[in-house]
C-alpha cells in the first residue's frame, strides 16, 4: 500500500497540548512542510513566543529558543545579522507581536531585517485564559471585555499589517486563514513565499494567520470556525497586503 | 644613523580615553562580535564608540529601538554562541531587567554596562552609585546572580570588561561592569597594549543554536512546566554561583593589617577614600581601605578575617548606604560598621572622608 500522508521530518512525534480545534497544529505542521519543502531543517534558528505557541520547540525538530514576552524580533534580528547563513523565524500570536511586542515588530520591520514572522491572530490571549487582544472584534465577549470590545474604551482591532506595509524595509505581507481546508493550502503557499523571502535575501517578510481559538472564543469548532468566516474576515480581510519581494 | 630606535627602549604608548571609551575598546579587545544600545547619559561616549570601532572590525552595531530590545538582541546574539554587550545607565537598566533575567534563566552569557546616574525616577545626569542594590541582589524577577566588577580607572575597566567576557562564557551567566558618570567620563591615560586580545573561540560553546546539522535539535529556554523541573534548574544555577563565590572573587587591599579603621569603597569613590587614608596613613594614623572589585561575588571572607582584629569598618558609597549591608553581613557583629554616603551626584571631597574617618577614629 502507497503511504501518501506521514510525519513531517521536521516535527517530533508527541502529542499535542493544544485545545480541540486549535489552529496553532495545522500551522505548525505548515511550517515543518515547507522547511522540509525547501530542506533548511539543519539550518533553522526558530524562536517562539510566549503565549500558547511557547511550547512549539516542544513540536519542531530543529533549534528553537523562546524570547520573553513580544521580543522574538529583537532576537532575531540578532541572531539574523550573527549567522547570515541561518534560516531565521519568529512565531508569534497576536497578543505578543501586536501588544506587548509591537516596538520590537516595527522596528525589525523598519530596519528591514531579513527574517521571517509566522503572526497567528486568533483574537484573545489564549495562554492566560481568554483575554481582550489588541486583535479582538468590537462587541467581542473575552475574560476582560466582559460585555464586548468597546471602542471608546478599548480601541479598536489592530490591523498589523496594515501598520507595517507604508514602512520601506517591509517587502512582503499576507493574510491568511486555517479556517477550511482550502485556506489552510493558501496559508501554505503563503509560508513558502515568506521563507522563499528569506532565502533570496529579499527581506522582511510577515504572514498573519487567521485562527481558531474555540476554548477562549467560548464556541464550539464548528461555530468558531463560523466566527472567522462570518465576522474576523470582515475586519481583516485576506490578501496580500504588500509583496515587494 | 637613520635607523630607528629599538622598541624596546621605547615607554610604552599610552592613550588619553575616557571610562566609557576603555570599556568599548575593552569589549572590541575580548572579541565582542555585537553591540546593541541606546541612548542615554552619562554612557553616549560608548555608544558612539562602539559605533565607529564595531564598523571597523566589520562587526554588528545595532542603536535599538529601546533598552529592552538591545538586551533581547544580546540574548540572540548570545544563544548563537557569540560574544554581545549592551550598555546604558540606570533608568536605562531598569528596563533592561527583563532580558537579564532571561540570560540567567536560560544560562546564557553577556555582559551589561551600567554606567550609573543619580535616582530614583529619571533623577539626574550626575554620578551615583545607587544601583548598587539592583546590580548585586538579582535586579529582575527569579533566583539568580550575575557577576558584577567595578573598576576605579579607565584602564582597569578596559581590563575588567574583558575579563567579563571571559567569567560570563566561562560560567554561562551574564556579567556586569558597574560604574558611574564620573569614570565614564573622565579622561585618563590608558596603556592599551598591555591587554591581550583573547579568544573566545577557546571556551567550548556545545550548547549554542547554530542549525541542527550533524546533531540533535538544541533549544535554549527558560520554562520548566514540568514538575520539578524548575527546582532542579535552580539547584544547578545555584551550584554555579557557589563556584563564582569560591573563584572569583576580587578586591584590593591597602594598609589593612593591624589597622584600627579599615575603609570600604569601590568604584570611582575609592579613589578619593584612598587618596585620604594615604594622607591620614602618612601623619600616623592607622587606617586602612578595602576595595571591592567583584562586587558579587563580595569579598566577604576577607573582610570577616580583618573584622576578628579591627574592630572599626567605614564604609563611603555614592548611595544612601548600600554596599554598607554587604559589609555588615560579612563581619557578622564582629566589629562597628559606620556609613557615610553622599546622594543625587553629590561627590563626597577628600577632606571629607578625611574628617569622617579622623571622627572614627577619635
Known amino acids: 500500500m502507497k503511504k501518501i500522508f506521514k510525519r513531517s521530518k521536521s516535527t517530533q512525534d508527541v502529542a499535542t497540548h493544544y485545545c480541540a480545534g486549535c489552529g496553532h497544529g495545522i500551522i505548525h505542521r505548515l511550517v515543518a512542510e515547507i522547511i522540509d519543502e525547501f530542506k533548511i531543517r539543519e539550518k533553522i534558528i526558530a524562536i517562539a513566543p510566549v503565549g500558547c505557541a511557547v511550547l512549539a520547540y516542544d513540536y519542531w525538530n530543529f533549534d528553537t529558543t523562546e524570547a520573553a514576552h513580544g521580543r522574538c524580533p529583537a532576537v532575531a534580528t540578532a541572531i539574523k545579522r550573527l549567522r547570515p547563513e541561518n534560516i531565521v523565524f519568529t512565531y508569534q500570536g497576536d497578543g505578543d507581536l501586536a501588544s506587548i511586542g509591537i516596538a520590537e515588530t516595527i522596528h525589525a520591520a523598519n530596519r528591514g531585517e531579513n527574517i521571517t514572522i509566522v503572526f497567528v491572530n486568533n483574537g484573545v490571549y489564549g495562554m492566560t485564559g481568554g483575554q481582550m487582544a489588541p486583535t479582538t472584534l468590537i462587541g467581542q465577549k473575552t475574560a476582560t471585555t466582559a460585555s464586548g470590545r468597546n471602542a471608546l474604551t478599548d480601541g479598536n482591532p489592530m490591523k498589523m499589517l496594515e501598520m507595517l506595509a507604508v514602512l520601506n524595509g517591509v517587502k512582503y505581507l499576507e493574510r491568511v486563514s486555517v479556517h477550511s481546508p482550502q485556506h489552510v493550502l493558501k496559508t501554505k503557499q503563503a509560508i513558502r513565499k515568506a521563507f522563499k523571502n528569506q532565502i533570496d535575501n529579499k527581506g522582511f517578510s510577515m504572514v498573519e494567520v487567521l485562527s481558531m481559538c474555540p476554548t477562549y472564543t467560548s464556541r464550539s469548532i464548528e461555530s468558531s470556525i463560523k466566527w472567522i468566516e462570518d465576522r474576523v474576515l470582515k475586519d481583516y480581510p485576506l490578501g496580500i497586503v504588500k509583496d515587494e519581494s | ?362
Not at chain 2, 64 to 83: D, N, P, Y
Not at chain 2, 337 to 349: K, Q
Open chain 2, 1 to 362: 644613523m637613520n635607523q630607528k630606535p629599538k622598541t624596546e627602549n621605547r615607554k610604552p604608548k599610552k592613550h588619553l580615553m575616557t571610562g566609557n571609551e576603555a570599556i568599548g575598546e575593552g569589549a572590541v579587545r575580548a572579541g565582542c562580535d555585537l553591540y546593541a544600545g541606546y541612548p542615554i547619559t552619562p554612557q553616549n561616549e560608548l555608544t558612539a564608540f562602539m559605533s565607529r570601532r564595531m564598523h571597523e572590525k566589520k562587526r554588528v552595531f545595532i542603536q535599538s529601538e529601546s533598552e529592552i530590545a538591545a538586551i533581547s538582541m544580546v540574548f540572540g546574539a548570545s544563544l548563537t554562541g557569540k560574544r554581545a554587550m549592551t550598555s546604558s545607565s540606570s533608568p536605562g537598566i531598569s528596563l533592561k531587567q527583563e532580558g537579564i533575567s532571561y540570560l540567567a534563566g536560560c544560562r546564557l552569557p553577556g555582559v551589561i554596562v551600567n554606567v550609573m546616574r543619580g535616582g530614583p525616577g529619571l533623577g539626574n545626569i550626575s554620578p551615583s552609585q545607587a544601583d548598587y542594590f539592583q546590580a548585586t541582589k538579582g535586579g529582575g524577577h527569579g533566583d539568580y546572580h550575575m557577576i558584577v566588577l567595578a573598576p576605579s580607572t579607565a584602564e582597569e575597566a578596559m581590563s575588567l570588561t574583558m575579563l567579563a567576557f571571559d567569567l560570563a562564557d566561562s560560567y554561562r551567566c551574564p556579567a556586569m561592569i558597574l560604574t558611574d558618570g564620573m569614570l565614564g567620563q573622565m579622561m585618563e591615560p590608558v596603556e592599551i597594549s598591555k591587554f591581550k586580545f583573547k579568544n573566545s573561540s577557546s571556551i567550548s560553546k556545545k550548547w549554542a543554536l547554530t542549525g541542527a546539522k550533524g546533531r540533535k535539535p538544541q533549544s535554549i529556554k527558560s520554562l520548566y512546566l514540568k514538575p520539578g523541573g524548575l527546582e532542579r534548574h535552580n539547584i544547578n544555577l545555584q551550584a554555579t554561583y557557589a563556584e563564582i563565590k569560591k573563584r572569583e572573587v576580587k578586591y584590593e587591599s591597602l594598609y589593612c593589617n593591624n589597622a584600627e579603621l579599615i575603609v570600604v569603597a569601590y568604584g570611582s569613590v575609592s579613589r578619593i577614600v584612598c587618596a585620604a587614608v594615604k594622607s591620614l596613613k602618612s601623619t600616623g594614623k592607622h587606617v586602612g581601605m578595602l576595595r571591592p572589585i567583584s562586587l558579587w561575588p563580595f569579598p566577604e571572607k576577607v573582610l570577616k578575617k580583618y573584622a576578628n582584629k579591627t574592630k572599626r569598618f567605614l564604609v563611603i558609597e555614592m548611595s544612601a548606604g548600600q554596599m554598607v549591608e554587604d559589609v555588615r553581613l560579612a563581619v557578622e557583629g564582629g566589629a562597628k560598621v559606620d556609613f557615610y554616603g553622599r546622594t543625587g551626584g553629590g561627590i563626597p571631597t577628600q577632606k571629607e572622608v578625611e574628617g569622617k574617618i579622623s571622627r572614627c577614629l577619635r
